[in-house]
């Protein structure tokens, strides 16, 4: 279910998985969550109507950058928690990170290779590209790293522009 409120609404969920499983008895899928959505009940009820796989957008192993430079509000013990209880189940964690955030340190990208080894997911790593109207993007704007004619130039999908040259190769070692 590509759907990024498909959990969001704990008793429309627990109200539909035990009907879907009715209706679909054999069916296989994957769905979107965020960790603080994922408790014991909604866990269960994952694997009951026949979920294999979450994917989940950590973003970033440091709760500095994931809470307070991209307002995620998911803590380390929410992503932890939410992880173990997929796992007890069966199910499988497509962890989504995200490098070259801003104010990202080599050792924030370290932790979230370290994050993503200890919740055992299968990662999906995205370079940051700052999209028009969101914050990045007037992050991006504010700090001179790119200019208003970066779109009009088709630039919208470059990379690593909050890090130097040095930082750059930092995050290429880390993503290989």
């Known amino acids: 279910f590509k759907d990024d409120t498909f959990l969001a609404d ?7 998985a035990p ?10 899928y994957i769905c979107q969550a965020r960790a603080n959505e994922i408790d014991e009940d ?14 989940m957008g950590f973003e970033t192993g440091s709760e500095f950058i994931r809470n307070k430079v991209i307002h995620k509000n998911i803590t380390n013990d929410q992503i932890s928690n939410a ?13 989504q990170w995200m490098y070259g955030l801003p104010e990202e340190s080599f050792s924030d990208m370290l932790s979230s290779l370290v994050m993503s080894v200890k919740e055992r997911d ?3 790593l995205h370079f940051t590209s700052p999209l028009p109207n969101t914050e990045l993007f007037d992050i991006a704007l504010q700090k001179g790293l790119i200019k208003k004619e970066y779109l009009s130039k ?18 290429l070692l880390v993503s290989l």
Do not use: T
């Open 83 to 95: 992880c173990s209880l997929l796992r007890g189940k069966g199910i499988r964690i497509m962890g």
């Open 19 to 28: 009907r879907l499983h009715d209706r679909f008895p054999h069916l296989k």
């Open 42 to 55: 909604v866990a269960l009820w994952l694997k009951k109507s026949g979920c294999v796989m979450v994917s």
């Open 10 to 16: 704990k008793r429309w969920f627990l109200d539909f």
């Open 154 to 171: 088709g630039l919208y999908d470059s990379e690593l522009i909050f890090h130097n040259d040095e930082e750059r190769l930092q995050l």
């Open 122 to 124: 299968y990662s999906q």
